[in-house]
C-alpha cells in the first residue's frame, strides 16, 4: 500500500513495541527502523526475532537517528525522558510525524513536547483506543450539560507493574471533564482523600486508582447528584486497540503541519 508511511518505532522490545511491530507487518506499513534502551538484550537483533513478519533486514539500535534515517513518522510507547530525547534527536532525520503514545510526563516535559510541535506534527494521547476518544467526547458532554452539582469522579484500574497514577487515560477523561466545565483540570482537581477529615469539595474532579494483576485497562467516569448516578465507561480486553489506533495516527499524521493533535483530530469527533 503506497499511501502508509515508513515507520520507525521506539522501545520495540517492549510489551507495546512488539505489539506495534506485529500490528505494522499485519497492515503493510513498512517498518524501517527500530531502538531500545542500551542495557536490552535486543539491540542488536534483527526485528523478526521480535516479532514474527517483521522485516529481518532491520536491526535495532540505541540512537534514533538511525533508527529512523528512512522513515516518515516516529511512534512512541517508553518512557518521558527517553522520548524527550527522541524528540531533539529526529529533528536531524526526515521523520515529520510523531505518534506519542508514552504518558507520566511532568509540566516541564509537557512543555517540552509542546515546543517540539514547532518541529513535528504530534499526535498525543494518553490512550489511542476509539472507545476511549468516544468516552471522552460524552464525558465533555455530559460535564457541560449537567450542573455544578453533579460531583465528578474519575476511577481506572491497570495491571500493577504499571508505574504512573493516575494513569494518562484517567487525565484525559478528567481533562475533558474540566473542558466541559469550562475551568483548568489543575484547578478543579482534587487532592486524594485521606486522614480523617477529607471532604469533597463542590465542582471538584477526583481521582481514585486501583493496581491488581493484569488488567490491560478499566475507565470510568462518575457524575452524581444527591438523587442520581450516571455512569460512563471504558474496557480494553485487548492491548491491540491501542496498536489500532496508533497505527491510525500514524497514517494520519504522516504530511500535516507542524503542531499538537489529539485522536479527536485524528478521528474527527
Not at 50 to 61: H, K, R, Y
Not at 72 to 81: Q, R
Not at 107 to 136: H, P, Q, T, W, Y
Not at 217 to 226: D, N, Q, T, W
Request: glycine share 10%; aromatic share 4%; hydrophobic share 45%.
Amino acid at each position: 500500500m503506497t499511501d502508509l508511511p515508513e515507520l520507525a518505532i521506539a522501545g520495540a522490545a517492549g510489551r507495546m513495541g512488539r505489539e506495534l511491530l506485529a500490528g505494522a507487518a499485519a497492515r503493510g506499513f513498512a517498518v524501517t527502523g527500530a531502538t531500545e534502551a542500551p542495557a536490552s538484550d535486543a539491540v542488536g537483533k534483527p526485528l523478526s526475532d521480535l516479532s514474527m513478519g517483521s522485516p529481518g533486514s532491520v536491526s535495532v539500535v540505541t540512537d534514533p537517528v538511525a533508527a529512523a534515517a528512512d522513515a516518515k513518522v516516529w511512534i512512541d510507547f517508553t518512557s518521558p525522558a527517553a522520548t524527550l530525547v527522541a524528540l531533539e534527536a529526529l529533528r536531524h532525520t526526515p521523520v515529520s510525524g510523531v505518534v506519542i503514545g508514552t504518558t507520566g510526563f511532568s509540566e516541564n516535559e509537557l512543555e517540552a513536547v509542546e515546543r517540539a510541535a514547532d518541529n513535528f506534527a504530534i499526535v498525543k494521547a494518553g490512550n489511542f483506543s476509539l472507545g476511549v476518544a468516544m468516552l471522552c467526547a460524552l464525558v465533555e458532554t455530559a460535564a457541560a450539560r449537567l450542573g455544578p452539582e453533579w460531583d465528578i469522579e474519575v476511577q481506572e484500574t491497570h495491571h500493577r507493574r504499571k508505574v504512573d497514577a493516575p494513569s494518562g487515560t484517567a487525565l484525559m477523561v478528567g481533562e475533558a471533564a474540566a473542558k466541559g466545565r469550562g475551568t483548568p483540570l489543575e484547578t478543579l482537581r482534587a487532592a486524594p482523600y485521606d486522614g480523617p477529615e477529607s471532604p469533597r469539595e463542590e465542582g471538584q474532579i477526583g481521582f481514585s486508582v486501583r493496581r491488581a494483576g493484569g488488567v490491560v485497562g478499566e475507565h470510568e467516569a462518575l457524575f452524581g447528584s444527591e438523587k442520581e448516578l450516571l455512569r460512563l465507561s471504558h474496557t480494553a480486553l485487548d492491548r491491540a486497540v491501542f496498536v489500532d489506533g496508533a497505527l491510525q495516527a500514524a497514517q494520519w499524521v504522516s504530511g500535516k503541519a507542524p503542531g499538537l493533535y489529539s485522536m479527536t483530530d485524528v478521528l474527527d469527533l
